[in-house]
């Protein structure tokens, strides 16, 4: 009969992190209420940060509709099997009549909101949030903001600084005709109100057709010919060509995204018969598109392509897609071309998902350090 003596408590350390690091996220938390050694552990910061650089299996984070927002956690195991797992992260009251919670982007192990309220007739009051999903915790950036959406939209961006690790928030505002009118930014524990931009981004176009990749952001004009970037770090645009297309923009639809550790471009022909991924690399100091991934009668035929982004790349070549009008994920299997569509949620809203990389420590622990400033916490 084992004694305490030889428990799996007595293993070495690293021996106890190797067997973390292939464990689910929902099997952490598991192993986080054992006892106090093992919660101190994967309490740790450094813990998160090499979990998260050798994550044994993709986890999704997946969220659900507008007014009525629900999160899950999908969890894709090796087998091709999908596990998924309601979370109910705190988030700010959006239960008020004309009150829109919003997901602007996933950083760090950090989701951010955006909780919009009717002012009066022509106005709405903006709010932004960051929480952690599964760790608790929620703080507010600055104050409201009252913008005038009678003539003008609205659309934030998120985007990390490699080099400082500093999250910042760029806020472009545009006219009902799509002219962009004004940017700001507002840097996460230093700004106490948003900064307008020196140089104006008049080319970015008004809809969410771009994404942030190693601190820039990324996107195309409104005629799709050439794709422009602001860099977080300088907060400066600037553009670079983009790639050669199989047919003209007025045929096909472009959407930028990130899948695996790589800068993609979706085209869809708007005859929705097959989707192209291109991937962008840097050849001996240069831009270049590579890398065709062409799939092509493989889909179910209730299924709408215009609509797929792709979110990763699994390590057997298998890619997953999520349906951007749809709260569902779409499975690729790279051996029998064919791909599954896996429901997640009855409703069908604009959903957001992302590859999610938890944080296993509060965000109380970094305000406390001081890396966002002063916050307020909600709650």
Known sequence: MPTAKFGIWNLPIDL????????????????????????????????????????????????????????????????????????????????????????????????????????????????????????????????????????????????????????????????????????????VGEDDEWRILEEPLSPLARFDTGTSFNGVYYCFDENGDCMHTFDFGTEKGGQIPGPPSSLPNRLVWKRLSVMGNSLCVIETPKNLDRIIILILGEYRGSWSWSKKILLQNCFPGELNMGGLIPVEVLQNGDILFTHFWKNSLVFFNRETKRCTEIKVCDSYRQSYATVYAPRFYSIQRDVARGRYGTLEMYG
């Not at 894709?76 to 596990?83: A, C, D, L, N």
Request: hydrophobic residues 40%; charged residues 20%.
């Open 16 to 187: 106890i992190l190797e067997i973390f690091f292939i464990l689910s996220t929902k099997d952490l938390f598991c192993c986080m209420s054992v006892c106090k050694s093992w919660y101190n552990l994967i309490t740790n910061p450094n813990f998160t940060a090499n979990y998260t650089r050798n994550l044994p299996f993709p986890t999704v984070l997946l969220a659900c509709g507008f007014s009525s927002r629900k999160f899950f956690l999908v969890e894709i195991h090796p087998s091709g099997e999908f596990t998924q797992k309601p979370i109910k992260p705190k988030i700010p009251d959006h239960s008020e009549t004309e009150s829109f919670l919003s997901v602007i982007g996933f950083l760090d192990g950090l989701l951010f909101l955006l909780l919009s309220k009717r002012h009066d007739l022509h106005n709405m009051r903006e709010q932004v949030y960051f929480c952690n999903p599964l760790f608790g915790g929620c703080f507010k950036l600055g104050d409201y903001k009252i913008v005038d959406k009678g003539n003008r939209f609205t659309q934030y961006v998120l985007g990390l600084v490699p080099s400082t690790s500093q999250f910042k928030l760029l806020r472009i505002v545009f006219e009902k005709d799509r002219r962009l009118q004004e940017a700001h930014v507002f840097t």
